[in-house]
Nanobody, 115 residues
């Protein structure tokens, strides 16, 4: 079955960096738009960044200038480089792959930013 596997989360101090990966299998990865979401405790899930099949990226205002999304279709992987991390970035980060009416989710990876 289709799998999306996130990795790269962890504990980091404020101002630090992490790079998250979202690796996909059993889909024609290059066709899919990939979106990174995050959900903090007691908050709604929010879209953080997305990258379209042709490589166009979009970011939430809260992460613009700090996060960079990229994709490597040869490796079926999307990356989220997160710099200048803040305690308010603490959340479970998940990736989602969408193409037409198809939607697949990963299981998520925890990112914790200490002050």
């Amino acid at each position: 079955q289709v799998q999306l596997v996130e990795s790269g989360g962890g504990l980091v101090q404020a101002g630090g960096s992490l790079r998250l990966s979202c690796a996909a299998s059993r889909i024609t990865f290059a066709l899919y738009k990939i979106t990174w979401y995050r959900q903090a405790p007691e908050k709604q899930r929010e879209s953080v960044a997305l990258i379209t099949s042709n490589g166009t990226a979009n970011y939430a205002d809260s992460v613009k200038g700090r996060f960079t999304i990229s994709r490597d279709n040869a490796k079926n992987t999307v990356y989220l480089q997160m710099n200048s991390l803040k305690p308010e970035d603490t959340a479970v980060y998940s990736c989602a792959a969408t193409w037409h009416n198809l939607l697949y989710w990963g299981q998520g990876t925890q990112v914790t930013v200490s002050s």
